[in-house]
T-cell receptor, first 115, second 115 residues
């Protein structure tokens, strides 16, 4: 079974631009979560989608948004990029979203650099 | 609020040494789930183990073992006879139940195994 895939793997953008990252979960998985990883803040939860609905959201500004499609694929968008948005963005999928008792499987991440 | 503390930041050992990675967590919930993930240099987080708060049975899997103690809110991870391939960043994480359930990570421990 193929794992979680993320595209693109690397991205360089300029301040003020916007960016869209894509995540394809493991086949059959219906929940997708996004995380931001930086050296200073570590791994931080962005949001989680299940059945095309955002179920949970972390403490990030409204510039960060996402969506999930009917095939469970997900995209996240960051508008008006800032230097501090430079990070590794990780996507994780899980079979379901039930009571917390489930493991998530992570993709290789998208390395975003904002200049 | 929930919190995960990994007090060790970097550990360096020589191959074949045993090494224990510490994890202390905080939560007011009585039902919660603990995880360990490994992040090799490639960047992808690899799921290692999940433990439920109501299951304090410790586990051994090959060279890996886990020690979960609710009394001290600790969930430590031991690698026996470490190998160079074990070099990675190891994250402990916590998730509680409920609508706002999200995975909270510790800062990670960088393990270097020297030949």
């Amino acid at each position: 079974k193929a794992g979680v895939t993320q595209t693109p793997r690397y991205l360089i953008k300029t301040r003020g631009q916007q960016v869209t990252l894509s995540c394809s979960p493991i086949s059959g998985h219906r929940s997708v979560s996004w995380y931001q990883q930086t050296p200073g803040q570590g791994l931080q939860f962005l949001f989680e989608y299940f059945s095309e609905t955002q179920r949970n959201k972390g403490n990030f500004p409204g510039r960060f948004s996402g969506r999930q499609f009917s095939n469970s694929r997900s995209e996240m968008n960051v508008s008006t990029l800032e230097l501090g948005d430079s990070a590794l963005y990780l996507c994780a999928s899980s079979l379901t979203q039930t009571s917390g008792n489930y493991e998530q499987y992570f993709g290789p991440g998208t390395r975003l650099t904002v200049t | 609020a929930q919190k995960v503390t990994q007090a060790q930041t970097e550990i360096s050992v020589v191959e074949k040494e045993d090494v224990t990675l510490d994890c202390v967590y905080e939560t007011r919930d009585t039902t919660y789930y603990l995880f360990w993930y490994k992040q090799p240099p490639s960047g992808e987080l690899v799921f290692l183990i999940r433990r439920n708060s109501f299951d304090e049975q410790n586990e051994i899997s090959g060279r890996y073992s886990w020690n979960f103690q609710k009394s001290t809110s600790s969930f430590n991870f031991t690698i026996t006879a470490s190998q160079v391939v074990d070099s990675a960043v190891y994250f402990c994480a916590l998730r509680t139940r409920g609508a706002n359930s999200k995975l909270t990570f510790g800062k990670g421990i960088t393990l270097s195994v020297r030949p």
